[in-house]
């Protein structure tokens, strides 16, 4: 028999049986990392925000921003977020930001306030705190770059980018990758539990951004 330097049947039977074992172990892990967060999204939604089902967006808004020592969360609407941004979170010295496109859905918007004001709480990893001001860069604008940035800030109302350029502002890059997945999960939990209908008198800021349209 000429040897090929193929692995013999065995070995490749191992192997398969070794990498089945590991994408299982992989996929376990997961598992339990998704449970523990939908756990731990809940427990900030009812002990931390002090909130229950059928809560408003603004009832979030309102809860988050008491955390931050009071201060104001604005949601604002843009036309000219880039087509892969769907928001984005600018801390100011005394008033906190979330860009939201006016392209999505009323839902979708929900959605993408819940993740960016979830980046907001002050026992987030990183810790955004009252005296943070940042803008952090979206990883759709390319990374850090003087060019990404200028993308970015442009995309901005004139009265937002002046807090940033005359404050004392800190540009973060990005977000770790847990606190991304933490963020996504917490609005994931979230989103079912609070009251959406258009109608509702609690609807509060995000409806009425997106209502009135602003010239900003």
């Known amino acids: 028999m000429t040897a090929t330097g193929a692995p013999s049947p065995r070995r490749a039977g191992l192997a398969r049986i070794t990498e089945a074992t590991a994408r299982v172990g992989a996929a376990w892990r997961e598992h339990r990392s998704w449970h523990r967060e939908q756990r731990a999204a809940t427990g900030v939604f009812h002990d931390d925000l002090g909130l229950r089902p059928g ?27 880039p087509p892969l941004v769907s928001g984005m979170a600018v801390l100011g010295e005394e008033e906190d930001y979330i860009a939201i496109s006016t392209r999505l859905s009323p839902r979708h918007r929900a959605h993408v306030l ?4 979830r980046h907001l709480l002050p026992f987030n990893a990183g810790g955004a705190t009252g005296s943070d001001c ?52 917490f609005a994931r ?6 009251d959406l209908d258009p109608t509702s008198k609690s609807t509060g800021s995000l409806a009425s ?5 602003r010239a900003i």
Not at 161 to 175: M, N, S, V
Not at 189 to 194: C, D, G, I, M, R
């Open 55 to 81: 809560a408003s967006v603004q009832d979030v808004l309102d809860a988050v921003a008491e955390l931050r020592g009071g201060r104001t969360i604005e949601p604002i609407p843009l036309d000219s977020l």
């Open 114 to 117: 819940l993740h960016e004001v």
């Open 134 to 185: 940042s803008i952090a860069v979206h990883r759709h604008f390319d990374g850090v770059t003087l060019q990404s940035l200028e993308e970015q800030m442009s995309a901005l109302p004139a009265r937002v980018r002046a807090e940033i350029l005359t404050r004392p502002a800190k540009l973060r890059a990005g977000y770790p990758d847990d606190e991304e997945f933490t963020c996504e999960l």
């Open 189 to 194: 939990v979230v989103l079912p539990l609070l």
């Open 209 to 213: 951004a997106f209502s009135n349209r």
